[in-house]
């Protein structure tokens, strides 16, 4: 199906019906040459590929009832050891949109939110790299916005006409998130200053200072989230008041 261009959104967007997965068409296009912008944008109403989809999880979204897009950038500017900042530049922008309609938005490290205890966005950041630097980025961002019914096994979806009881206008949140994220990007390249980065991240982050059940390779454990690390660790102190540093899959909440 081909694109279609619309003239009034703030950035370059193409609207799909369908695809596979809005990160491989994005990456498609830039290796072929057809991109000439940071931001450029792909949404599409529905994806059957969609790049993190986990079926065993029961991960859904029905057709057109959801916001389902990517973006591109180019994040050389950004140091690789320092490449944590973007996912929570990402983060802030999705979870800070989200509280224009109502309280209880959290981010549950890295980069999933949530409202309350339950599962609303996801965030996937795809990245290759030019030697020891980034050449390019691709952000896919899935929001659960219309949809009422979920049937799958995924523990805990919601979405935010559920929250809200009401319509939401998807171009009108996907364009606020672009205009988010590019102001706070273009104000850490500027300056290198991650600080009020941070301690946004920090004070938004979902169980911080909470104690509950975590698992790892260990198994089940009893501790509160203490902090998140310059490097994305998080760092969580059991009920020994031991601190245990994980790296991401490393450990897993119990909903």
Same mark, same amino acid.
């Given at each position: 199906m081909e694109p279609d261009e619309k003239e009034d959104f703030q950035y370059s967007l193409v609207e799909?019906?369908?695809?596979?997965?809005?990160n491989a068409y994005l990456f498609d296009l830039y290796h072929k040459q057809q991109i000439v912008s940071d931001l450029m944008t /792909?949404?599409?109403? @529905? =994806?059957?590929?969609?790049?993190? #989809? %986990?079926?065993s999880q029961g991960w859904e979204s029905n057709w057109g009832e959801n916001l389902l897009f990517?973006?591109?950038? &180019?994040? %050389?500017?950004?140091?690789?050891?320092? =490449?944590?900042?973007?996912s929570q530049i990402v983060a802030l922008a999705v979870k800070e949109e989200l509280d224009t309609f109502d309280d209880g938005f959290r981010i549950k490290w890295p980069n999933d939110i @949530?409202?309350?205890?339950?599962? !609303?966005?996801?965030?996937? !950041?795809?990245?290759?790299?030019?030697?020891?630097?980034?050449? /390019?980025a691709v952000v896919g961002i899935g929001i659960n916005l219309h949809q009422r019914f979920f049937n799958g096994d995924?523990?805990?979806?919601?979405?935010?006409k559920q929250i809200t009881h009401r319509a939401i206008n998807q171009n009108e949140i996907l364009n606020h998130i672009l205009i988010r994220f590019k102001t706070d990007y273009d104000a850490y390249v500027k300056t290198y200053d991650s600080e009020s980065i941070i301690q946004r991240y920090k004070k938004d982050l979902y169980r911080l &200072?909470?104690?509950?059940?975590?698992? $790892? $390779?260990?198994?089940?454990? #009893?501790g509160k989230i203490v902090d998140v690390d310059r490097q994305g660790f998080?760092? !969580?102190? $059991? $009920? #020994?008041?031991?601190?245990?540093?994980?790296?991401?899959?490393?450990v897993k909440y119990k909903i």
């Open positions: 799909l019906s369908e695809v596979d997965s809005t /792909v949404s599409a109403k @529905y =994806q059957s590929k969609g790049r993190g #989809q %986990r079926t990517s973006f591109l950038i &180019n994040p %050389r500017p950004i140091a690789i050891r320092d =490449q944590f900042v973007l @949530y409202w309350h205890d339950k599962k !609303i966005a996801g965030i996937l !950041i795809e990245t290759e790299l030019e030697g020891a630097v980034f050449e /390019v995924a523990p805990n979806p919601i979405s935010l &200072n909470e104690m509950a059940t975590y698992i $790892d $390779d260990k198994g089940a454990f #009893q998080l760092l !969580i102190e $059991d $009920d #020994q008041s031991c601190t245990r540093r994980y790296a991401f899959k490393e």
